[in-house]
């Protein structure tokens, strides 16, 4: 029995076995236990004596609270055992790379926590263990408060291609730490965040998505500066809409603005996205107040995709056809009209000023919900920029959905 603990725990196999049978059986083994959340996995242990210790090697951990939803009465009770328990884990584990790294974790609310440095202790230490085993995927989701997010644990060299944070405090110093400290990562997201940094710069990052909520804290100004990117998504709260600067690498964006963004910020933000293949554009709000003429929006020459989410298309169709006129190679339309009880024929005259055509679109689509746009202003608008019918494909969505 010592000589099998001392090799793993690893029962030898019958006889007869071809040589190097049970390492790919083992091996197909761990596979499948590291996909399993962390205490799932140590329970597997009691299946077979050959299952015994394989637990300790996964390359993936995924450590989730909600394990422990129905082992105690009180949330404190919960988290005190998944804390224990996951510390344990990670004493016990072998020291192998990482591939990926799970945390769904507990913040107690404000109006619990009396330290919310300490609360978050634990998270942070899993997460330097993650980081120090060389994982290439980190994923922290926290519910209830957000977590304050050691920033230190990025400046020392890692291996991370991908972090996704949901919920957690970036403290001054992040996006520094990760541009020194993560040569290789290419892909952050970030949901509920709030953002201590005014600057947002890297040399490496492919993909990057700041948006659920999130927010910058500070009154100045942000600033994102990533010559490699490549994909964007935005949808933060900030004083103004961020600078964008050096996006020549930019193909696709996915961005959302609204009514207390000034026109300016606007232009200039729709400005540094002009080279993009590839558009949503969301805008909320009251109508969109602007010039009539098409300056206010910049050339898209690249751009044969377009999406306008959360468009109050029956009260500005003069900002759909200044879209349209920029947009001279668009092959495929999407719309996603806000839901509207009321239609303004007035906007037809608009209409009439100025010519845009839509002679390379293959395809418009239109997602709608009840009280959307008025049809025949949209017929006439189709009309004029040379879509016919055959190319429009209306799609109905739940009246609850917008």
Sequence with gaps: MADTIDRGGMAPGPPGRVPGEDCRINALLLHAISFLG???????????????????????????????????????????????????????????????????????????????????????????????????????????????????????????????????????????????????????????????????????????????SSNFTSDEQPCIYIPSLSYLGFSASAARLPLLKDMGSLVTASVSVDSGDTVADIRRFLRSLSGVTNLEFNYSGKKLKMEKNSKWCPKFNNLTALTLGEWRLSEDYYSLKVFLQNCPNLVKLTLKPKKCYYTSETNIAELEEGSFTCRHIEMLEIVCSEGGPNPNVLEKLLVKGGITFGQVRFRQTDKNQN
């Design 38 to 212: 962390t205490r799932q996995a140590v329970q597997t242990c009691v299946l077979s004596r050959r299952w015994r210790h394989l637990w300790r090697s996964v390359d993936r951990i995924n450590a989730t609270r909600h394990e422990f939803d129905g082992m105690a009465d009180s949330e404190e009770k919960r988290d005190f055992l998944f804390k224990k328990f996951t510390n344990r884990f990670l004493m016990l584990r072998n020291p192998v790379p990482l591939d990926e790294f799970q945390l769904s974790y507990y913040m107690p609310d404000q109006e619990v926590s009396v330290d919310p440095d300490a609360d978050s202790e634990d998270a942070n230490l899993w997460i330097r263990h993650a980081l120090q085993s060389n994982a290439r995927s980190v994923e922290v989701k926290i519910w209830a408060d957000r977590l304050h997010l050691d920033p230190a644990m990025f400046a020392s060299k890692c291996f991370l291609t991908s972090l996704q944070l949901s919920c957690v405090i970036l403290f001054h110093g992040f996006f520094r730490n990760l541009q020194t400290g993560c040569p290789s990562l290419e892909h952050l997201l970030l949901s509920y965040c709030a953002i201590d940094d005014v600057e947002i710069s890297s040399q490496t990052l492919k993909v990057l998505t700041i948006g659920d």
